[in-house]
């Protein structure tokens, strides 16, 4: 019940009654809780027309709004509901994990500000899952996902007509991109006399037309700077993670040279890698930072301001830098996007990322893969610099915060629950705050040692046990966390930060380094 995700296997999924029961339930709760009016929904990218999703009656929602050809990216959905200004939305998605019948499959539940359901709400809807005696279903309703425009249906529910409206959701999402970042500097760049070369890769995810729209046709860049762009239910067999392993082929690609900026995206745009000329690496946790440094780059905060950053606690101390550097508010919270959009509501944080390769801001409610590609591209665009130039003279600036993650997967859930019981013994071990460690040159002893638990400034609600972490005294952490949005099995992530100010020791590889 804490998580707003229901993931599962596709085939497992199809069996009786999943689909309609979580369905159900979420729209039982807003029926509970708010007037109900609009829902936004996303489907799969080729639903069939014997999923059990088709077939769901929202019969208590007067009117239904869904993507032309029943998909929109999650970024999108966001924006789309708060444009509309609907009551939430769900999402059919396998967020950034392999799909297709053997592969995941997951049902989303966002609320009317655009973000994912908070735990207060995931809750409630868990509880009324433990007394639902039906469901309803609306077997016969055809409805056209290709033309744009309202359609009306006679139901048997409160509302009359009840209206289906399949909207633009890329070119709502453009129109919100038009309004943030400065399109002529952007197009400048991308196509004019000096113009750099770009690769951009979909992973034939649902983020593909959106990339082909703004930038290709709107910002100029060539046809063929933009790769796999046509989305595929399985996602063309590959695993839709922008990491160096799943996006092999795009990193490959880079370091030959020929490209000056590339950028890969999941299955649903939200999250997002960035890779410079020969295949120069952005560390997500740097990627943030950098942003952060370089906000007013960007126009949406020349106007608007910076209120407040957030990372998520595993994501490094890159970001806590600039905090400290520039006197902005940091907020450190449990991993989840749906923490970040308390804290946007109540207007404390303009920019926010985590480890996990997300980034993204309080223009929408969720992470954002294009929007994080044209931040960096307006801070080259302002800059003038290549992406490693602005990363060495960040990293000369702030420091560098040596980085990596290791993920066990597959782990045996009882296995991996125990394991994380005797490290916290360990670490509680009033004996442990003090001891040092000494690798080559550099001596790390612990300053601190606890059960991550987060307090929310906003609502006050606590949410315990999310993540071992071990501090140094130099800000350096070693973190343990039981975590995965996969199906079977339990993930431990072990993650290590390491922070190094000395400029003669900041250009090391991060594995040699740490």
Known sequence: PTINVFLILSVTFQHRWRSQIFIQCSVMFLKENVKLSKVIRERPLKPSKTHPCSHINLSQVGRLVIGQNGIMSTPAVSCVIRKYKAIGGILLTASHNPGGPDGDFGIKFNIANGGPAPETVTEQIFQISRTLEEYAICPELTVDLVTLGKQTFDLENKFKPFTVEIVDSVESYANMLRN???????????????????????????????????????????????????????????????????????????????????????????????????????????????????MFCIPYFQHMGVRGFARSMPTSGALDNVAK??????????????????????????????????????????????????????ILAARKQSIEEVMTEHWKTYGRNYYTRYDYDNVDIDAAVELMLNLEVIISDKEFIGQKFTEGEKTYQVERADNFEYSDPVDGSISRNQGLRIIFKDGSRIIFRLSGTGSSGATIRLYIDSYEKDVNKIFQDPQVHL
């Open 325 to 378: 550097a520039t006197k902005i508010q940091l907020y450190e919270t449990p991993t989840g996007w749906k923490f970040f959009g308390s804290l946007m509501d109540a207007g404390h944080l303009s920019l926010c990322g985590e480890e996990s390769f997300g980034t993204g801001a309080d223009h929408i409610r969720e992470k954002d893969g294009l929007w994080a590609v044209l931040a960096w591209l307006s």
């Open 180 to 294: 943030i970042f400065d399109f002529a500097a952007l197009k400048e760049l991308l196509s004019g006399e000096n113009h750099i070369r770009i690769r951009l890769d979909a992973m034939h995810g649902v983020v593909g037309p959106y990339v082909k729209k703004i930038l290709c046709e709107e910002l100029g860049s060539p046809a063929n700077s933009a790769i796999n762009c046509i989305p595929l239910e399985d996602f063309g067999g590959q695993h839709p993670d922008p990491n160096l392993t799943h996006a092999a082929d795009l990193v490959e690609t880079m370091k030959g040279g020929q490209y000056d900026f590339g950028a890969a995206f999941d299955g649903d745009g939200d999250r997002n890698m960035i890779l410079g000329k020969h295949g120069f690496f952005v560390n997500p946790s740097d990627s943030v930072a950098v942003i952060a440094a370089n």
